[in-house]
C-alpha cells in the first residue's frame, strides 16, 4: 500500500511536467507543427489548404448565383404571368430578358421565343406547340447543368480530402517510427513529433471535408427545387400555348 500510494504521488506531480515538457518539445502552435514537418506531410497541408480555398470560392459563387436567381425570379413571375395574361408576347420576352439571372427567365425566354418563332408560319398548331416544347427542354437542361457548375468538384473534395488527410498521417506514422529507428529509443519524445504531425494532417483534412459535404447538399435540394420550378413553369407555359392556340 505504501509503495502505491508513492507511485500515486509521484504520478501527480510527474504528469504536469511531463505535459509541459510535451508542450515545450513539440510545440502545439501552427507554426512549430509546420516546422516539426518533413516536406512529404506539407504538401499534403498546402494540397489540403487548395482544396478549401477551391470549395470556399465554389461556396461563394454557388451561394451569390442562387440568391440572385431566387430574387430575380420572385420579381419575373408575377410581371410575365401579367404580360401573357393580356397576350403580350413580346412584353413577356423582354421581362424576362431583363431578369436574365432568373432560372424560370430563361426558361420561359426560350419558349416564348420558340412560340413566336412559329406564330406567323404556316405549321399546324401541334408542330408549333412540339417546337415550343423541346425549347424548353433544352433551355431546362442548359439551366440545370448552370446550377450544378461547381458542385461536382464541391462533392469531389468532400469525399477525398480525409484520404488525403490519412495519407499525411501514414507519412506522420512513418516518420515517427524512422525517429525511433534513428535515435535507438521507443520514448514519448522520440515519436510525439511524428504523431502531432500525423494527427493535424487529419484534423485539416477533416475540417476541409466537413463543410464542403454539408454545402454540396444545401445547394443540391437547391437545384432540386429550381428544376421543380422550371418543370411547373414549363407545363404552365405549354398550357397557356394551348389554349391560345385552340382560340385561334
Known sequence: MIQLATLAMVAHFKLPVLAMWLQEEVGWDPISLWKQMQWPARCVVIILFIMSAWSIGVMIDRYIAFNAARKQ????????????????????????ERNKKSHLAKVVTAGLQEFKAHGDSSDIPGEQIEASKRALE????????ELKRGLGGLATIGSTAPFVGLFGTVLGILNAFRQIS???TSGLG??????SEA?????IGLFVAIPAVMMFNYFINKVEAFDVEMDNSSSELIDYFLKRSGRR
Open 73 to 96: 425570379s420572385r420579381a419575373f413571375a408575377p410581371q410575365v404571368a401579367g404580360a401573357l395574361r393580356d397576350g403580350k408576347i413580346d412584353e413577356a420576352i423582354r421581362v424576362a
Open 138 to 145: 433544352r433551355a431546362e437542361a442548359i439551366v440545370h447543368a
Open 182 to 184: 534513428a535515435q535507438k
Open 190 to 195: 522520440a515519436v510525439a513529433g511524428g504523431i
Open 199 to 203: 494527427l493535424v494532417t487529419t484534423a
